[in-house]
Antibody, heavy 120, light 106 residues
Framework: EVQLVESGGGLVPPGGSLRLSCAASGFTLTGFEMNWVRQPPGKGLEWLSYISSSSTTIYYADSVKGRFTISRDNAKNLVYLQMNSLRAEDTAIYYC?????????????WGQGTLVTVSS | DIQMTQSPSSLSASVGDRVTITCRASQSISIYLNWYHQKPGKAPKLLIYATSSLQSGVPSRFSASGSGTDFTLSISSLQPEDFATYYCQQSYGAPRTFGQGTKLEI
């Protein structure tokens, strides 16, 4: 069974840092591209970042560029999101999502999400 | 970036109704349009990919069509479990933008 499990969320003061992890199981991570998507309370989905299967291609949303860093460890079946200089508007549920390697593939599996709250 | 606009933002319907949600892209995205639904407190779930292909396990009362910039999702004979928020997403280019969502309510 394909599973994605996020962890690492919590309460952090403005300007602080957090590292989120996404543990993949039930499939070979090397065969898939991965994304992070967030959802502020009561609002819609915002795509944040993408990493290709071999980490050679990475994209970020303008809202997090320069503050967030995506990475992956295929040997450990883990995907990470390092979040620095956090702001109140970064408060959201953060999801990791799997994307196939064929061009145009959708996000076919999502984790359950981890809540990040940025507040003093 | 490609902007995705859904309409309506919310929709009231009853069990057994047929409903249609539309999604418009700011530029042509060929067939690379996906639909997800999300129930409160849960992660989004893929319903339809590449405009009209049903994800495994999705009931046949869901259907979708379109191409280029205009797309639709239809649900025939609404069931209680279909009341949720629906999002379209383009997978034509980066960033993989989402529509703002359509909340389907009883």
């Amino acid at each position: 069974e394909v599973q994605l499990v996020e962890s690492g969320g919590g309460l952090v003061p403005p300007g602080g840092s957090l590292r989120l992890s996404c543990a993949a199981s039930g499939f070979t991570l090397t065969g898939f591209e991965m994304n992070w998507v967030r959802q502020p309370p009561g609002k819609g989905l915002e795509w944040l970042s993408y990493i290709s299967s071999s980490s050679t291609t990475i994209y970020y949303a303008d809202s997090v560029k320069g503050r967030f860093t995506i990475s992956r460890d295929n040997a450990k079946n883990l995907v990470y999101l390092q979040m620095n200089s956090l702001r109140a508007e970064d408060t959201a549920i953060y999801y990791c999502a799997r994307e196939g390697v064929r061009g145009g593939d959708p996000f076919d599996y999502w984790g359950q999400g981890t809540l990040v709250t940025v507040s003093s | 970036d490609i902007q995705m606009t859904q309409s309506p933002s919310s929709l009231s319907a009853s069990v057994g109704d047929r409903v249609t949600i539309t999604c418009r892209a700011s530029q042509s995205i060929s067939i690379y349009l996906n639909w997800y639904h999300q129930k409160p407190g849960k992660a989004p779930k893929l319903l339809i990919y590449a405009t009209s292909s049903l994800q495994s396990g999705v009931p046949s009362r869901f259907s979708a069509s379109g191409s280029g910039t205009d797309f639709t999702l239809s649900i025939s004979s609404l069931q209680p479990e279909d009341f949720a928020t629906y999002y379209c997403q383009q997978s034509y280019g980066a960033p993989r933008t989402f529509g703002q969502g359509t909340k389907l309510e009883i």
